[in-house]
């Protein structure tokens, strides 16, 4: 973690971009409005004080399934992924949604992105989108191939929007051990949705038996972090330094994001005690 983003404990922010070619509700923007929405944002939180960025195709509702994601999709994240990239000069990562880890990694790559996330890494679990499989083998066989292999992955381990009844017979440790012996380089423990607090026993859980860094992946705030931060480490923050504390419809407080980075320093003086 370090080594992507000089820090111990760093804070990632999303870029939650507006729709993009090809999507529903992209008749009511031009490439052009995506890129200026996407990189003011990113620079909103680079003002903030934040340790790094995730774009995400956030506004290309309803997802597809990876085979479904279209070349244009690829593309528009491409430009806007370059564009925040050179704006910010930050760590960027890079999630193309539903866990289309291999169009993540393609964007990346020609973006200048150090980092992925992907939902469902190992194992499989029943989405709004449908039956979504673990797309360790196929995406890292596709990394290799392309000469991506300083593109780390940070893949959820209990992937919240959806039901987990398929692997309801292992444990939240378990599944994290078959992610990271799966090679994810970062794990993530989340919420069940987009905004829900991750709880601490979460994060535990995932920590409990694997080696590799733990981040949380929703629901931090000023008041958690504390207490999350205790246990991970790292986190990603979106919707809680938004001005309407929602994925759509708002834009990034420099405020929120201030305050909240102002805790985290804080804690940072107190690093002997963090994971």
Not at 6 to 28: E, N, Y
Not at 42 to 64: H, M, Q, S
Not at 122 to 143: F, K, P, Q
Request: charged share 20%.
């Amino acid at each position: 973690m370090r080594s992507l983003f000089g820090v111990r404990t760093p804070v990632i922010g999303m870029v939650h971009s507006l729709p993009l070619p090809g999507s529903p509700r992209f008749k009511h923007h031009d490439l052009q409005q995506v890129c200026d929405f996407g990189v003011a944002e990113a620079l909103r939180l680079k003002d903030g004080g934040i340790d790094g960025l995730l774009l995400e195709n956030a506004g290309d509702v309803p997802f597809v399934q990876e085979e479904h994601i279209g070349f244009e999709t690829i593309a528009a994240m491409t430009v806007l992924g370059r564009a925040i990239r050179e704006a910010t000069e930050l760590p960027l990562g890079i999630i193309t949604v539903a866990n289309a880890a291999r169009a993540s990694i393609a964007v990346a790559q020609a973006a200048g992105a150090s980092f992925v996330r992907v939902n469902q890494w190992a194992n499989a679990y029943v989405a709004n989108e449908g039956l979504i499989e673990g797309s360790a083998g196929v995406a890292l066989r596709y990394r290799s191939w392309i000469g991506a292999d300083h593109v780390r992955v940070f893949a959820d381990v209990h992937v919240k929007h959806g039901s987990h009844a398929i692997t309801a017979d292992r444990t939240i440790s378990e599944q994290a051990i078959d992610a990271e012996f799966f090679d994810a380089d970062v794990l993530i423990a989340t919420g069940t949705r987009t905004g829900s607090e991750t709880t601490v026993e979460e994060v535990e859980a995932v920590r409990a038996r694997v080696s590799a860094p733990v981040i949380v992946g929703s629901g931090l705030s000023i008041g958690n972090c504390r207490a999350l931060l205790a246990v991970a480490n790292g986190a990603i923050i979106g919707s809680a330094v938004k001005d309407n504390e929602r994925m759509h419809g708002g834009h990034v407080d420099v405020a929120k994001v201030r305050a909240l980075m102002d805790v985290v320093a804080e804690l940072r003086e107190g690093a002997a005690s963090y994971p």
